[in-house]
């Protein structure tokens, strides 16, 4: 199998990311017509990570969108089932192997969405972006990240959507599934996995759909807010605050 089919199973969707891990960041800036700065830029504003806290950045690749997280004092882990994606971000910054040993404030991990390697209250907040596609169970992987955050902590998604106004919705269209996997073609070496991003963001839940699972997962006060149109959306929740302890 030459791409990851939809049914996302994670050994296909980690592979596919293996190989595109080198150009992976190159790509994206250049398919999303530079895009992806103010997705990365907007995000890290609604995280909003400051001195002390902890923050976990889920499907991070290389770590480009991670390294947002830390400028205000935070630190961060980048994690992600591709270990390709994991060593490219670390070769980047001048360490070796897997975890890098905390390389600019941010520690790479590898680790699947569906069963994470971190402790129960470990985090201040939670982030993933345009990865929660290409996990296997949504809302299961929402229930691990809600585990792992400390009560009363955030989540910040941000993923492809669905465009707001329907005329600019069917040029979106049109590009999504015709123009983006030929143009990878031209500029890519692994050209299949943009036929898959397109095929996935289209086979993707609307911005209500995405809020309704997030709040199912045990999420509270969930929100979004569209970016560009709608193509991206960011979706944000909150961790319930621990029950009180019941006085004898």
């Known amino acids: 199998m030459t791409r990851a089919s939809l049914d996302k199973q994670p050994h296909e ?15 994206n800036d250049i398919l999303s017509l530079g895009q992806d700065r103010f997705w990365r830029k907007a995000t890290a504003a609604a995280v909003d990570a400051g001195p002390g806290e902890l923050v976990l950045d889920l499907g991070a690749g290389t770590g480009t969108s991670t390294d947002a997280f830390t400028t205000l004092g935070a630190r961060a882990i980048a994690s992600d089932f591709s270990l390709g994606m994991l060593r490219t971000g670390v070769e980047r910054r001048g360490g070796s192997g897997i975890r890098g040993g905390g390389v600019r404030g941010v520690t790479f991990v590898a680790g699947d969405a569906l069963n994470l390697p971190f402790a129960d209250d470990s985090f201040d907040a939670v982030t993933i972006s345009f990865a929660i596609r290409n ?46 996997p030929v143009a990878a073609g031209l500029v890519s070496s692994n050209p299949d996995s943009y036929e898959y991003l397109a095929e996935s963001i289209r086979a993707w839940p609307d911005q209500p759909a995405l809020a309704r699972i997030i709040q199912r997962a045990g999420w509270e006060r969930v929100a979004w807010r569209n970016l560009s149109l709608g193509i991206v959306a960011l979706h944000r929740g909150y961790k319930p605050q621990a029950a009180p302890a019941r006085e004898d």
Request: with cysteine.
């Open 13 to 27: 969707v980690a592979s596919m990311f293996d190989r595109t891990a080198r150009r992976y960041d190159l790509m």
């Open 135 to 180: 996990v296997k169970d949504t809302e299961q992987a929402l229930r691990e990240m809600l585990r792992v955050a400390r009560p009363g902590a955030r989540l910040v998604i941000c993923e492809f959507s669905r465009p707001t106004v329907r005329p600019f919705e069917l040029v979106y269209t049109q590009y999504l599934m015709r123009m983006l």
